[in-house]
């Protein structure tokens, strides 16, 4: 109570129940022992992050087979896919670069040569190019 009032706005003849826990309202307090108080009342439960070192760990080869999988079933079936030349092209790319799969280039290329807008289309032949100097520039 500070003045004839509570620290909320509240009047002492106005006090009301609530259904927000008393401790929930003091989490910006600079008393640490009060601070600490609250925080070992807190119903909610404490969320932790894994160490880094455990994350590498995880076993992705089950999602990377599922991946080469799910893109090799696609290919075919792109043609099929009700999409814009723009968006077939992004989609072919994706597959390119997810999957390494230069055979999809010539498809690519035409594809993108079937836009209309130039400056988009143009950006997809520099995407084509890029990818062309990608598969053919000697690993090292």
């Known amino acids: 109570m500070y ?5 909320f706005g509240q009047h002492d003849d106005q006090q009301t129940h609530s259904s927000v826990d008393d401790s929930a309202m003091v989490t910006n307090s600079s008393d640490p022992v009060v601070a600490d108080t609250v925080a070992t009342q807190s119903s909610e439960p404490v969320l932790t992050t894994p160490e880094p070192e455990t994350l590498e760990h995880h076993d992705t080869d089950g999602l990377l087979e ?9 290919s075919p079936l792109v043609s099929h896919l009700d999409q814009s030349p723009e968006e077939r092209f992004k989609t072919l ?9 230069q055979s999809l280039i010539k498809t690519a290329y035409e594809t993108a040569s079937q836009i209309s807008d130039e400056k988009q289309k143009a950006q997809a032949l520099l995407d084509i190019v890029n ?3 990608y598969f053919t520039h000697p690993k090292q």
Do not use: R, T, V, W
């Not at 003045?3 to 620290?7: A, D, V, Y």
């Not at 599922?66 to 696609?74: E, F, G, H, R, V």
């Open 131 to 133: 990818e062309i100097n």
């Open 93 to 101: 790319m994706m597959m390119i670069q997810a999957s390494d799969n």
């Open 66 to 74: 599922i991946k080469q999988q799910a893109l090799s079933q696609l």
């Open 3 to 7: 003045g004839g009032k509570l620290m």
